[in-house]
């Protein structure tokens, strides 16, 4: 009932920068957190970063201070910009989000965790 559909993923030089969207659609009651996971050939999946319904956000490690992520509740949208981009940000980045939906089109509420497709970010150096 609920889909996360991504974009902005593609091939950047490093140094470069990319902005990823993640659009929430469905009957929707409210998004609480939400974040970007990657997954790097070889490698575990990450968070990468994650916001609160309040705005409150945390980052991994390796991205403070290069990548910034935003919602914006009105459009059931998350964003990731991200800037000074390296190498070793190549990945797959899946947008997830907890939500809280109407079930079967009726007043019954369910909470569910929902991931995006995925979309690819390569960086060049």
């Known amino acids: 009932q609920v889909q996360l559909v991504e974009s902005g993923g593609g091939l950047v030089q490093a140094g470069g920068s990319l902005r990823l969207s993640c659009a929430a659609s469905?009957?929707?009651?409210?998004?609480?957190?939400m974040g970007w996971y990657r997954q790097a050939p070889g490698k575990q999946r990450e968070l990468v970063a994650a916001?609160?319904?309040?705005?409150?956000?945390n980052y991994a490690d390796s991205v403070k201070g290069r990548f910034t992520i935003s919602r914006d509740n009105a459009k059931n949208t998350v964003y990731l910009q991200m800037n000074s981009l390296k190498p070793e940000d190549t990945a797959v980045y899946y947008c997830?989000?907890?939500?809280?939906?109407?079930?079967?089109?009726?007043?019954?509420?369910?909470?569910?965790?929902?991931w995006g497709q995925g979309t690819q970010v390569t960086v060049s150096s």
């Open positions: 469905g009957s929707i009651f409210s998004i609480n957190a």
């Open positions: 916001i609160t319904s309040g705005g409150s956000t």
């Open positions: 997830n989000g907890d939500v809280t939906y109407y079930s079967d089109n009726s007043d019954r509420k369910k909470r569910d965790d929902y």
